[in-house]
């Protein structure tokens, strides 16, 4: 069974930095695809940045320069890196695990940006 849970989350003021982490079991993230997804009251799901097997990564415009997404093989980890967060990246942020047809998500870890 796999299971991905998001950890790191919480409340910053803007200009400050959280760093996300998705620790997985039953799956080996190496040989997958992983994504970072939020989702903002109200609005849908988007995806914020995504990392593939073979390592390279992309991320959505609006976290360019300042989200990392990294994955840690050893600890079956990947991790989004924040920075110089703005309250419009308040959000719900989902780990995302893609491999072939199969697609899994976390629970979720709620970040929230206000002074």
């Known amino acids: 069974q796999v299971q991905l849970v998001e950890s790191g989350g919480g409340l910053v003021q803007p200009g400050g930095s959280l760093r996300l982490s998705c620790v997985a079991s039953?799956?080996?993230?190496?040989?997958?695809?992983q994504a970072w997804y939020r989702q903002a009251p109200g609005k849908q799901r988007v995806l914020v940045a995504r990392?593939?097997?073979?390592?390279?990564?992309n991320y959505a415009d609006f976290v360019k320069g300042r989200f990392t997404i990294s994955r840690d093989g050893a600890k079956n980890t990947v991790h989004l890196q924040m920075n110089n967060l703005k309250p419009e990246d308040t959000a719900d942020y989902y780990c995302?695990?893609?491999?072939?047809?199969?697609?899994?998500w976390g629970q979720g870890t709620q970040v929230t940006v206000s002074s």
């Open positions: 039953g799956i080996i993230l190496r040989i997958c695809d």
């Open positions: 995302n695990v893609l491999l072939g047809q199969l697609n899994y």
């Open positions: 990392i593939f097997s073979s390592g390279n990564s």
